[in-house]
């Protein structure tokens, strides 16, 4: 990189007030910090990762405006302990937050009170935070999102809301801060309409705002007038999940549509990903056949695996970031990123204390990569724990990637070795030809994995998950 180009990318990234000569009266307004969550989408299923089928020019934008990283995970192939992990910028593993409360654990758990947000942290930065859709920490008083670092809630304890019900004509268990409301919309509708309220209303002061929709998430529900769209599909079920995709672009494109109005592109970070790689279901053996119940017909190509697996297919997921003036348009990044490097990239930008941004963080702040400051790759490595369904340890999952590298344990199967960096299928297993890369990288696993904490949900849940009593 030349002096010149050097110092320019420095530019690009600095601090809003030293980006501009202002008046120290008036010092400039911090940038804006939006993270849209898709649930369940798999890495093959935007129009800017290849598909042939799914409508998403909105989503595509992102991208087109930004940077696409070939290369992006999230921390678990669940929706639980993935969205831990993305809110606290921590590996969820550290909290015993492994996976999905089962039906014993779910009425009291919830992500621990010693883990501080990603809300907490812009929060006490000087932002306004908000908090919409599908929550799925907790539901429980002590973990529900207005109390975990968001001023402002909109949302679902547990997702999987669409439709209003035919009963009562609202949609079930939405809230608004502590309260339930009676809402009548489409759930991705409404949550789009109150993203862009919060933008509207928040438009001068400096803002963080989670908006996590639910499609394309089982239950299979779409809009008379987006099926229509999708009427040339002959499979019902992949007619559906286009369907709610096209609402999902829509929407987003409602909330991309508020920035521009109110002049807020060049200062708002917008990440847009998944929360973990498609459930792609078995073969349908007619057009017509009956949904199977948690699937949604995306697809992970050209990735292996589905969701629940550590496989590429389970963890690999779209991962989209624009900052318009500061990433360039249109580019790639293909090292390795992961969601729990959002939560430092964010406060990066806020202008948090170093200590603040380094204080038990696992992430990484990746805006000098993807502006082109620094080259290379952000994470020496990345590591995964799923050890999930609790009962079942021949069943529990896990894997390292370290440069072009990647070791898993998926289950029954015996470590296998990959260069993912060039075999992103996970085709070809190259453990006995590298087994001095076997051990080495299952040795720095194991060290990584003593300093977590041991499953919380496949045991009485202890005293971590309640607050600390009051002194």
Same mark, same amino acid.
């Given at each position: 990189m030349t002096p010149s180009l050097k110092i320019y990318s420095m530019l690009l990234v600095a601090p809003l007030a030293a980006l501009h000569a202002a008046d120290p009266a008036t010092p400039a307004k911090k940038t804006n910090v939006i993270i849209l969550l898709a649930d369940d989408?798999?890495?093959?299923?935007?129009?800017?990762?290849?598909?042939?089928?799914?409508?998403?020019?909105?989503?595509?934008?992102?991208?087109?405006?930004?940077?696409?990283?070939t290369a992006g995970y999230v921390t678990a192939p669940q929706c639980c302990p993935s969205r831990a992990g993305l809110l606290t910028g921590r590996y969820q593993n550290r909290f015993g937050f492994e996976a999905n409360p089962g039906p014993a654990a779910e009425p009291t758990a919830g992500l621990p009170v010693s883990e501080r947000t990603i809300g907490d942290r812009m929060k006490a930065s000087g932002y306004v935070t908000g908090m919409i859709g599908k929550w799925h920490l907790g539901r429980t008083e002590e973990f529900r999102p207005y109390n975990r670092g968001f001023?402002?809630?909109?949302?679902?304890?547990?997702?999987?809301?669409?439709?209003? @019900?035919?009963?009562? =004509?609202?949609?079930?268990?939405? $809230?608004?801060?502590?309260?339930?409301?009676?809402? *009548?919309?489409? &759930?991705?509708?409404?949550?789009?309409?109150?993203?862009?309220s919060f933008i509207d209303r928040h438009q001068n002061a400096p803002f963080f705002l989670y908006v996590a929709f639910v499609p394309p998430h089982w239950p299979m529900e779409a809009k008379p007038e987006d099926l229509a769209k999708f009427s040339h599909i002959p499979d019902?079920?992949?007619?559906?999940?286009?369907?709610?995709?096209?609402?999902?672009?829509?929407?987003?494109?409602?909330?991309?549509?508020?920035?521009?109005?109110?002049?807020?592109?060049?200062?708002?970070l917008v990440f847009f990903l998944s929360d973990n790689g498609g459930p792609t279901g078995k073969a349908r053996p007619q057009p017509d056949a009956d949904f199977e119940y948690g699937q949604n017909t995306s697809k992970n190509d050209p990735c292996?695996?589905?969701?629940? @697996?550590?496989?590429? =297919?389970?963890?690999?997921?779209? $991962?989209?970031?624009?900052?318009?003036?500061?990433? *360039?348009?249109? &580019?790639t990044y293909d090292k390795p990123v992961i969601s729990i490097d959002i939560t430092p990239t964010a406060l990066s930008i806020a202008g948090a204390e170093k200590s603040a941004i380094g204080s038990?963080?696992?992430?990484?702040?990746?805006?000098?990569?993807?502006?082109?400051?620094?080259?290379?790759?952000?994470?020496?490595?990345?590591?995964?724990?799923?050890?999930?369904?609790?009962?079942?340890?021949?069943?529990?999952?896990?894997?390292i990637r370290k440069g072009d590298w990647k070791l898993v344990k998926d289950g029954e199967n015996k470590p296998a070795l990959y260069r993912v960096s060039t075999d992103i299928s996970e085709s070809k297993d190259l453990s006995a030809e590298k087994p001095e890369v076997v051990a080495s990288l299952s040795e720095e696993w194991k060290r990584w994995d003593a300093e977590n904490k041991e499953p919380l949900w496949d045991r009485p849940l202890k005293n971590e998950l309640k607050p600390a009593p009051a002194k």
């Open positions: 989408l798999g890495y093959a299923d935007l129009g800017c990762q290849g598909s042939k089928e799914v409508v998403s020019p909105n989503i595509d934008s992102i991208a087109a405006n930004g940077v696409r990283c001023d402002e809630t909109f949302w679902s304890p547990n997702g999987g809301v669409l439709f209003p @019900q035919k009963k009562t =004509g609202s949609l079930k268990d939405i $809230f608004r801060g502590p309260n339930p409301v009676q809402e *009548p919309e489409y &759930s991705t509708d409404a949550f789009a309409r109150e993203a862009v019902l079920h992949r007619r559906t999940m286009l369907a709610m995709m096209a609402s999902l672009d829509d929407n987003v494109g409602r909330v991309l549509n508020k920035l521009r109005e109110t002049k807020l592109e060049e200062n708002t292996r695996g589905v969701k629940g @697996q550590v496989l590429e =297919g389970g963890i690999r997921i779209p $991962f989209l970031a624009q900052w318009k003036g500061h990433i *360039p348009a249109g &580019s038990g963080l696992d992430g990484t702040n990746i805006l000098p990569y993807l502006t082109g400051i620094k080259t290379g790759e952000a994470h020496d490595s990345l590591f995964w724990r799923f050890r999930f369904p609790p009962g079942r340890p021949d069943l529990h999952r896990w894997a």
